[in-house]
DNA sequence: CAGTGGTCTAGACCACCGG
DNA sequence: CGGTGGTCTAGACCACTGT
């Protein structure tokens, strides 16, 4: 990681010095609920302008880990604020972050017709053709986590083999890679459900203990759907997070 | 609502701009998914900088209100997305944004020391005093929603009567026009549990039924602590909505 | 190509906070 | 008072989109 911006790079500037900063308060060199240098001296040791320097914080505050005081200065969010942001994450990088493996067995893979309620969600028309249907065992070290189904509107002709995703293990990477589908938004709903006896043995719990339901839809840069999956979590292993503001 | 911006005005111009767009897109003058005018030509209509247009734009970009394309323009978000934005509300405030209205049987009120991992949560030295604990059967249309117990630190000496709280039906109200109290932010989490014999009777609902717990700390304005708030909400009756983004 | 948003600069004044 | 973040200006060049 350089500590200093390069005006040639790809990356804009700000964004340069956001990941920056992010890694020196990772690094512990600015302690938590202290203040981290002020506006104008950033400006100067980084030589980029006070617009691009509040730029880069706003970011830092966006994702949780900085956090301004009027009048006297930017400081670095206790830690709890630094994890379990709500952002929007494949199961994967959710996984990571929780500090677990992830890993996945393909229960089934491949073209379907969707189902009435999955064509709405996906926003296609009802003459729509054939979407790419996945169903997976979602594992966080080696363990059961989750059973997730998920439908995917691919660009016309595209698809993702078995093999592809199993050697790559994200859908999420496997479109950003090969087809420039970038997940930017999505709207999620929690709720609570039961256990089928199919889900429970899948999941290795009994039949009719609770489960997390997750449903999402999510949408591309160009704000098209590209996903609707359904979560069922274990109610004992999993917790969801967030942070809110007002 | 005024239709130009009052550089005398207390609020600052990009937070009035932002406010004269929202209406005009709530008036319906701009349809959803078609551009609103140029950054150049708002720039000119309101006689203010391009930033400043920019940073009007980028809040009601954040509250899901308008997205942007780079090289095309600024477009209006269709309707579904403009709701149920993932903020910081109060039951009654949530009550209302779905559409019911809230209520309360309060439970149990009054001062009390709090629990070991409660005191932890609030961030408070081990030999504090009381704290304000509240348990009210809260009801959406009548009808039991959830359990909620919390606790609140108050200022010095400060504290919410049995009667204030039913007169005004919302402690977050208490909090701010008394107090000065404003929550600005939360870490939320979400889990599963299942109904004790004792939460089951007051929710109406058979003993071993699932239900959602949230847990909550909320900070004010200053960054500290003001609130603990444990809420169980019936699963067959509470969603939770969250829109994420990357 | 012209028009859009994305990034960036060098400066300015204000409101707020602490000593 | 000096230092902080909050707001604002008038300009500039770039990358992307459509025609």
């Not at 302690?31 to 706003?58: H, K, N, W």
């Not at 009027?70 to 929007?88: A, C, M, N």
């Not at 009802?126 to 790419?132: I, N």
């Not at 979590?233 to 007002?246: I, M």
């Amino acid at each position: 990681m350089p500590d200093t911006i390069d005006p040639n790079d790809f990356l804009p500037r700000y964004y340069q010095l956001a990941n920056i900063l992010r890694e020196r308060i990772a690094n512990g060199e600015f302690a938590a609920r202290q203040p981290i240098p002020s506006e104008r001296q950033l400006e100067e040791r980084y030589a980029v302008s006070r617009i691009t320097v509040r730029q880069a914080i706003d970011l830092l505050v966006r994702q949780g880990f900085l956090y301004r005081e009027h009048g006297r200065g930017t400081f670095v969010s206790p830690q709890k604020l630094q994890k379990g942001i709500s952002e929007l994450t494949s199961f994967t990088e959710d996984m990571k972050q929780r500090g677990l493996e992830p890993g996945q067995r393909i229960l089934q893979m491949g073209p379907v017709r969707p189902p009435e309620k999955v064509r709405q969600r996906l926003e296609l028309p009802e003459d729509c053709g054939e979407v790419l249907y996945i169903e997976r065992l979602r594992l966080g070290d080696g363990v059961p986590m989750g059973l997730q189904t998920s439908y995917y509107v691919l660009p016309e002709g595209g698809t993702i083999t078995r093999e592809e995703l199993e050697a790559c293990g994200s859908v999420y990477r496997i479109l950003q890679e090969k087809f420039h589908l970038i997940p930017t938004e999505a709207d999620e709903t929690l709720e609570v459900t039961v256990a089928t006896p199919q889900e429970a043995a899948l999941l290795q719990i009994p039949a009719g203990s609770p489960l997390l339901l997750s449903e999402r839809t999510t949408y591309s840069q160009d704000r098209r759907v590209i996903e609707f999956v359904k979560i069922l979590y274990r109610g004992d292993r999993y917790r969801y997070y967030a942070r809110l503001t007002r």
